[in-house]
């Protein structure tokens, strides 16, 4: 059964930072690209950042530079670091786990920015 658990969120003042991870049971990230996303309330979610198999990193637009992923292949486990955090970034974190053939959902975590 594979599993996928999200945690780390929690609450920040705004310009703070938090790791978040995401650590996968029963499927080996090595073989899999890495996506993490968010939904903020009343809107749709949407991608941040993504890590592919082989350990390369994007980061979409709007967190270019703010956002980074890393990926621990003996921990199975992918870790996003946020920086400099702003209350419209208050959201569901999550990743997902995807190859040729299968795509995997977490739960999620909060993380709420808010002084």
């Known amino acids: 059964q594979v599993q996928l658990v999200e945690s780390g969120g929690g609450s920040v003042q705004p310009g703070g930072s938090l790791r978040l991870s995401c650590a996968a049971s029963g499927i080996t990230f090595r073989l899999y690209a890495v996506g993490w996303y968010r939904q903020a309330p009343g809107k749709q979610r949407e991608l941040v950042a993504t890590?592919?198999?082989?350990?390369?990193?994007n980061a979409e637009d709007s967190v270019k530079g703010q956002f980074t992923i890393s990926k621990y292949n003996d921990k199975n486990t992918v870790y996003p670091h946020m920086n400099s955090l702003q209350p419209e970034e208050t959201a569901v974190y999550c990743c997902n786990a995807r190859n040729v053939t299968t795509s995997h959902w977490g739960q999620g975590t909060q993380v709420t920015v808010s002084s």
């Open positions: 890590i592919t198999s082989g350990g390369s990193t």
